[in-house]
């Protein structure tokens, strides 16, 4: 199978979910999330539908147009589940109807399913909670939270409020992985392009997101911390701003 072009507008995007490890009512915003990143072409979910647990999903299938797998649970402590959205996952990546995944779940068992894909030189997406196996997280491209993907009411149930959950200290691991993607970005002059270090910082972690900090853009991430960042925004005609960072003296070292 030739390997497609894995830019955003030409990425054709397989959704598989877990309906063992997934919530309905973030299915909107889910898909939101994933549309960022490509056209979602397949959607498909697993469970055993004899389940009244499943039930919860039916109102969803019918308006996102997702087709539900049965899978019966044949024996107690096994998870069925699993291997059926694998087989069918490794039957779309043969048939090469699509060039890009998503997998939507917590389960670490997904890892090397997720690997086989990159393999390919696919994109791998994944979708999960903060307590994902960070082995799975890795295996991905992209992997986002699902407590980022919480509208702003239902964020503040767990996390408290918006202003609560922003950061004035930074924390040692996020400095830290920003200044790796800064010195991997930055230019003869000093200064990298944010969105280079955007990109680099997902390279670094597949699970970075400025949300996770309580800021909705990385721009925002690091204009708060302006006593360890120094900022040259450009403006561009009929186009978004640049932003360039340069690490402070006393942060550079």
Known sequence: MSVLSTNTENRRIAMLIDG????????????????KYGIVTIRHIFGDWTESRMKSWKETLNTYAIQPIQQF????????????LI????????????????????????????????????????IGKKTTPRAFVNACEVFVYTENLLDEKDKEKVIGSLNKSKIDNIPDNLLSLLKNAFDTTVQDDGW?????????????????????????????????????????????RGGPSLIYVKLRDNIAQ
Do not use: W
């Open 20 to 35: 063992d490890n997934a919530q309905p009512s973030l299915f909107k915003n889910m898909i939101t999330e994933v549309n």
């Open 73 to 84: 649970s044949y024996t107690t402590g096994k998870n069925a589940t699993d291997s059926a």
């Open 87 to 126: 087989i069918d996952a490794m039957d779309i990546l043969y048939e090469g109807t699509v060039n890009s995944f998503c997998i939507v779940s917590s389960d670490s068992d997904y890892t090397r399913l997720a690997t086989r894909i990159r393999e390919k030189g696919l994109f791998v997406m994944g």
């Open 192 to 236: 990298a392009f944010l969105g280079m270090m955007g990109n680099r910082l997902r390279q670094l972690d597949p699970s970075f997101d400025s949300r996770t900090y309580g800021y909705k853009q990385l721009s925002q991430l690091i204009k708060a911390h302006a006593d360890k960042f120094e900022i040259n925004e450009k403006k561009s």
